[in-house]
């Protein structure tokens, strides 16, 4: 089945291929979700995370050298024995110097600095809202009425796992306590059953 695919595959590229004419945007698209669609028959992967680690080995790969994205080409293939293969194609421009990745990681630590920033900002705001909402009474007492119940639900949960927990170590040491009960009383009747024989 898979070699079956694999010819096809051939085939239709080869189609592609022959024309030595520049292949126009459409055509180079066409190509592309062809490929994609092939691929993910062979080997299982959705068209979305193919492309989503398209995209991610191209963020990556662009950190440390100038790449073509344009040309740039990932291929998945399955195997015979049930393992899967990943190639790569990356055409080079150039590699980046010290300082342009320096500046490259620098910047990306900004964005994600400016993110977090942004996720706090909102929290911040959310939080003043809902408090400001509280203190004039314009949140819906149902709301607090049901958060209160939940609180009190959480607190009987937490309480009955508490006795159950309390009543298991009082089983466990009430065991212990007959265990060794048996063991003196054994060692009892066996110093009394030496002392009747001597």
Do not use: C, H
Not at 11 to 39: D, G, H, Q, W
Not at 165 to 179: C, L, P, Q, V, W
């Amino acid at each position: 089945m898979r070699d079956l695919f694999q010819e096809l595959y051939n085939k239709v590229l080869s189609l592609f291929n022959s024309s030595k004419e520049e292949i126009n945007p459409t055509k180079n698209l066409a190509v592309n979700r062809l490929k994609t669609v092939l691929m993910q028959d062979r080997v299982g992967f959705s068209e979305r995370a193919i492309q989503m680690l398209k995209e991610e080995l191209i963020t990556t790969v662009s950190k440390y050298m100038e790449i073509d994205t344009e040309n740039f080409e990932l291929q998945i293939d399955a195997m015979d024995n049930s393992k899967t293969v990943l190639n790569l194609t990356i055409p080079v421009l150039r590699p980046k110097t010290d300082d342009e990745i320096d500046a490259n990681i620098k910047e990306q630590q900004l964005k994600t600095q400016r993110k977090a920033q942004e996720i706090v900002k909102e929290l911040e705001g959310l939080i003043k809202e809902r408090t400001q909402a509280l203190i004039d009474g314009k949140i819906d007492p149902s709301l607090l009425e049901e958060a209160t119940k939940k609180a009190s639900l959480e607190e009987e949960e937490e309480t009955e796992e508490e006795i159950q927990e309390e009543e298991n170590i009082e089983a466990e040491n009430k065991e212990t306590e007959n265990k060794e009960e048996k063991e003196n009383k054994t060692e009892e009747a066996a110093k009394e059953s030496e002392n009747a024989v001597s």
